[in-house]
Structure formats: C-alpha cells, structure tokens
C-alpha cells in the first residue's frame, strides 16, 4: 500500500482556522470511514485526535473536527492556539494499517 | 491509568538482532489488538505490525519473514523480535493498542540504529 498523501506543510496565524487534507484511494480512505488524526510535537509520541473520520476522544479539544469527502480526508483546526504547533499524520485501515505522509502545522 | 513502556533498543550492526519490550499497566495486552509502528528520523509513521486478541499475526511487507510480534500474557508485555536488521530500519519503535482501528494509547518510543 502506498502512503496517503498530505501537504508537506501548512501555516495559519493565532486565532485562524487551517485544514489539513488526506488523499488516499478507493481502496483505503474511500472505502472506508475509519480515518483517523494524530498530533505529535517534536520529541514526543502521537497523540490520537480525530478516529472513525469526525469523532473526537474524550479530553481533545472541539476546535479539532474530521471529515470525508470520497477518496480525501480532512483535518479543520479553528482558533489556531500557538499549542497547536506539532506534526499531524492521518491514517486509513485497508486491510492494514496505512498512513500519511505528515504535514507540519506552524502557527504564525 | 493507561500506560505503555517500551524498552529494548539500541544500537547494532547491520544483519544483527534485537528485542524490543513494550510493558503495559491499565489494561490486558492480551485482550487488545497491540501494534508496533516507527519512525525514521525526520521522517513519518509507518505501521509494522499488529497482533490481535486472537493470536493472528500481520507484518508490514518491508519487515516481513525479519520481525516477529509476540507477547507474554504473564508479563502483560508485547514484543517484537528484529532479525536481519537493515540501515532501513533505523527508527524510533512506538508501541500502541490498536483500539476499533484507531491508536488511542501509545509508548514513549525506543530509538533502534542500525550501522557499523
């Protein structure tokens, strides 16, 4: 299985709102609702952040939501807070487990 | 509270072998799906192997016939044998319950290097 693909980068100023899209194929992010979103900061493990496209654990903030619209898969940060700086990678089950590239987030 | 410790890595030659541990309290390793992913440096996740409740065993194709996943259901510890250790595999080794396809707790990673 190939990579899902992300933006390399992205960058919003405190307070914005930013989206982070996930491309995969008909055979993993299209096929089924169970991307999941994950932020990590330098030096630290991921932490989970969105699952099943749009649920939130409990504990993340609502300014984290999730979506799909057929083969891509998309992560929305609203009120950009300088925290939210990190690295955040998707992730599609397809038999097995394939993720995205990464894409760094930098809060202006 | 839910906690995963991994241990084991190092350095060591190309060809070479290593056992990394991942020790879990606040849950049975044994009656979750438990994973193993790395992390080249600078680079990103890549998922290398599951286990499930049931024993079954799936491996990344890059690591496939090298590593093997394991666990101790005495010890609520999950393992991962390295065998025929590549430049390529050099990363950071997270463990994580793999919970209704998704990864809701991890470790806090061990570096692997692999080099002369």
């Known amino acids: 299985q190939s990579a899902l693909t992300q933006p390399a980068s992205v960058s919003g100023s405190p307070g914005q709102s930013i989206t982070i899209s996930c491309t995969g194929t008909?055979?993993?992010?299209?096929?089924?609702?169970?991307v999941s979103w994950y932020q990590q900061h330098p030096g630290k493990a991921p932490k989970l952040m969105i699952y099943?496209?749009?649920k939130r654990p409990s504990g993340v903030s609502n300014r984290f939501s999730g979506s799909k619209s057929g083969n891509t898969a998309s992560l929305t940060i609203s009120g950009l807070q300088a925290e939210d700086e990190a690295d955040y990678y998707c992730?599609?089950?397809?038999?097995?487990?394939?993720f995205g590239g990464g894409t760094k987030l930098t809060v202006l | 509270e839910v906690q995963l410790v991994e241990s084991g890595g190092g350095l060591v030659q190309p060809g070479g072998s290593l056992r990394l541990s991942c020790a879990a309290s606040?849950?049975?390793?044994?009656?979750?799906?438990m994973s193993w992913v790395r992390q080249a440096p600078g680079k990103g996740l890549e998922w290398v192997s599951v286990?499930?409740?049931?024993?079954?065993?799936y491996y990344a194709d890059s690591v496939k016939g090298r590593f093997t996943i394991s666990r101790d259901n005495s010890k609520n510890t999950l393992y991962l044998q390295m065998n025929s250790l590549r430049a390529e595999d050099t990363a950071v080794y997270y463990c994580?319950?793999?919970?209704?396809?998704?990864?809701?707790?991890w470790g806090q990673g061990t570096l692997v290097t692999v080099s002369s």
């Open positions: 992730c599609s089950y397809a038999g097995s487990s394939v």
């Open positions: 099943e496209g749009s």
């Open positions: 606040g849950f049975t390793v044994s009656s979750n799906y």
């Open positions: 994580a319950r793999d919970y209704g396809y998704k990864y809701d707790y």
């Open positions: 286990i499930y409740s049931g024993g079954s065993t």
């Open positions: 008909s055979s993993d992010v299209g096929s089924y609702n169970l």
